[in-house]
């Protein structure tokens, strides 16, 4: 089966940075649609950013836009999440995945490739 090594999340103050990646293993993540999700404390699952197999285009969740920046180095088939400016409500549980394609800002397809998730928590 396919999978993703996540890594990346802690513990930053407010205005810090955090990249998160996800090395994705048994499969080309250059063929796949990828974004990032988060679980925020009593919020549903939000899509957070999806950026096409031909990365001609990156769309973004409102609450993100400005702030976090996807991207892939096919050559080490890992994806990334660049995040700065970093707020309180940024805190949450961060998933990468894999799809077939984009709507708006979630990776989406018949089936979805998922990393296990990591703990982001921006604390002062």
């Known amino acids: 089966h396919s999978q993703f090594v996540q890594s990346g999340g802690g513990l930053v103050q407010p205005g810090g940075s955090l990249r998160l990646s996800c090395e994705a293993y048994?499969?080309?993540?250059?063929?796949?649609?990828i974004g990032w999700f988060r679980r925020a404390p009593g919020k549903e699952r939000e899509g957070l950013s999806c950026?096409?197999?031909?990365?001609?285009?990156?769309a973004y969740a409102d609450s993100v836009n400005g702030r976090f920046t996807i991207s892939r180095d096919n050559a080490k088939n890992t994806m990334y999440l660049q995040m700065n400016s970093l707020k309180p409500e940024d805190t949450g549980v961060y998933y990468c995945?894999?799809?077939?394609?984009?709507?708006?800002?979630?990776?989406?397809?018949?089936?979805?490739?998922w990393g296990q998730g990591t703990q982001v928590t921006v604390s002062s």
């Open positions: 995945a894999a799809g077939t394609y984009c709507r708006g800002s979630v990776s989406s397809g018949p089936s979805v490739s």
């Open positions: 950026l096409s197999s031909s990365d001609t285009d990156a």
């Open positions: 048994g499969f080309t993540l250059a063929r796949n649609a």
